[in-house]
């Protein structure tokens, strides 16, 4: 069984993460490998950890990169905050909404859960109604559903979550480094996100900040954390003054997020976010100009995923392999409720680009007229094109 | 606040890990990203498998890489093998021993512990006592005690643990790809490992392997995993036919260790195995040339960590740093019980080369020298020389 020298496609990859990788950012990653103790690597850790409270827009001084992926930034979020018998408000409108309520039994909360339909976000009205029904510890939303493609609002819903005593937690794994998201203005308790997506990195850690109000919960605890490899206070240590060891980081992928989070840092944040809006509202205008249906209002559309109904009479089955096989683009179809019904195409990080837009439109008007869908030639493309022209 | 570009020194590294990692590795690492369910990864994920099934000699199904570091994967052995009020017997010789006994209690289990001094293994019948005291569900010991440099034998501990209707599991952090460890014929029921020891990959992944066993008991839980982010029944899903979304799998980390696994593979597991073993005689013949003491005895001397005591007089806080500074070679100080007392040195994967124990030798040497601790100029290398020539 000899196998073969790694020789992967070059793929545009335009789904919900992972996204393309800045070529700086697969660089350093490469870069000579340092112990976990090094002064070299404390260094790219505290620096690390700065370029994070940018990103995150906070001063939280626990704000660092998890050695899990996004889910293991959802469970540590969930089991840090919480023991036996705490109630959790779970806001569910997509598949990590779902999620939460998948993990907050285990390590012993209770669930309470508000749910809006796939596709749509939460009205501050139905935060509060259910508050009033009964106190809970912690209220956990998703800023960014990326199964949905839905932008939750959240300055309303924090203000009436601590009125009633409440923390807030965000999932914030599609939405970081690409969506405005202010931690401290927002007053967010707790948020976390994943490396692969709007930060452009690959996929491996979880960047998650706790504020003081989530800190206080952290030293008041009763009990152990469910977890030993999530236990904040002892990852603290390790990425605090003490320096105690806990877990050996993984070097390189810490090479590779303080890359990423350089090129986000001279980019800047606004001209990030402005990016990310314009060349999704170039590729809306692209779709719709084919004749296709958006799944979620503009109002609540996520600039970093874009989800698009599939058209009556074109098979899903066929469309989305030939992208792949034939263009080499990457996108992704539906989850749960929405399988099959709809396209996800994620614009994040460095897959963000104009490019990018008129390859996708490009390539989606000729297999659509392939596959027998009619689409008027040309109309997509120039209507991204006018987006542009008048940014 | 802006940053420098990533420029980390290039250090050999003979600590406990990570280890130097073979250039191919590197190279592999920073190949395009392409989709967590991209047919290309799904053959890497595939490819992978069959390649830590040949490293752990086993023919395990369920043999994957865990998307966290080795303690992740010591949590999920503890975690998915345990539910609440079952006991479990930990063999404690050293601080990873003593990690598991941290962990249990977190999912619920119950620790009966046994213990053997720092520096030392355990004798089967200490096991067999334990055991006559009163069933347990498993029994989890360390192959190699990173923390001590003790190798524990286990094929007859695990014919012991199956007599009296336990589990074996097995930390294998220092061992997998540098010492012998035969999954199946030894019969151990569950074994995770580290990427960045003697596998020489960047750490981030922790490679698992469970048994019929073990398996079984995934099956017949009454109740969930502790943790979500670790239960193998929901990861299994995504690394086996069905590939039903789990987590974002770190696509860069699985190509380094996928290369990894074929340097493995093409030396052969016999010659690697050889290679350890020679290499650190050398190192040890040297070390006590020199006058030093080694920590453990011959018979239970980890190939891939050598443990010496610091000789009195030398000022620990002094040597280690400069051999950093003037020499870029890391080693590691003692953990626990042994802080101050030992260095460990680490002759790991791509680590473990002749270059690198006449490089430390001769730098140790020097830095004895200068410290005031008198030692015999040249004896050490020669004594090294000779086991190469005699080999």
């Not at 809006?277 to 996520?302: C, I, K, S």
Request: proline share 6%; hydrophobic share 40%; net charge negative.
């Amino acid at each position: 069984m000899p196998y073969t020298d790694l020789n992967p496609p070059v793929r545009t990859l335009l789904g919900p993460g992972p996204s393309n990788v800045h070529p700086r950012v697969l660089r350093a990653m490469a870069a000579p490998l340092v112990g976990h103790l090094d002064p070299a690597f404390l260094q790219v850790m505290d620096e690390t950890k700065q370029l994070l409270k940018f990103v995150f827009q906070t001063e939280n001084n626990l704000t660092i990169p998890l050695s899990g992926t996004g889910s293991a930034g959802m469970e540590a979020s969930l089991f840090n905050l919480t023991e036996e018998g705490d109630e959790v408000l779970v806001a569910v409108n997509g598949y990590f909404g779902e999620r939460m309520c998948q993990m907050v039994p285990r390590c012993g909360g209770q669930v309470r859960r508000i749910e809006a339909p796939w596709g749509q976000a939460f009205d501050p009205d139905q935060v509060e109604d259910a508050l009033q029904e009964g106190m809970v510890k912690l209220v956990a939303m998703v800023h960014a559903e990326t199964s949905t493609g839905v932008l939750q609002p959240l300055e309303e819903i924090s203000e009436i979550a601590h009125r009633y005593g409440a923390l807030l937690l965000v999932d914030a794994v599609t939405s970081l480094g690409g969506v405005e998201l202010k931690v401290d203005q927002w007053d967010i308790d707790a948020c976390y996100s994943g490396t692969q997506k709007c930060l452009s990195c690959p996929p491996g850690l979880s960047p998650i900040t706790f504020g003081p109000r989530a800190e206080e919960v952290l030293l008041s605890r009763r009990t152990s954390v469910g977890s030993w490899y999530l236990d904040l206070s002892l990852i603290q240590r390790y990425w605090g003054k003490e320096r105690t060891y806990h877990h050996t980081a993984p070097i390189s992928m810490n090479y590779a997020l303080r890359e990423a989070l350089r090129l986000v840092q001279e980019e800047g944040l606004e001209a990030r976010f402005a990016r990310h809006r314009l060349n999704q509202r170039a590729l809306v205008a692209g779709l719709e100009a084919m004749g296709l249906e958006l799944l979620v209002p503009e109002e609540y559309r996520l600039p970093s995923l874009t989800t698009v109904r599939i058209p009556a009479g074109v098979e899903e089955a066929r469309v989305r392999p030939r992208l792949l096989k034939e263009f080499n683009i990457e996108i992704a179809g539906g989850l749960g409720d929405l399988k099959g019904q709809i396209w996800r195409i994620g614009l994040m990080g460095h897959s963000s680009r104009r490019e990018n837009v008129f390859l996708l439109l490009s390539a989606l008007e000729y297999l659509l007229c392939d596959e027998g869908f009619s689409v008027p030639r040309g109309d997509a493309l120039e209507a991204a094109g006018q987006v542009y022209q008048s940014s």
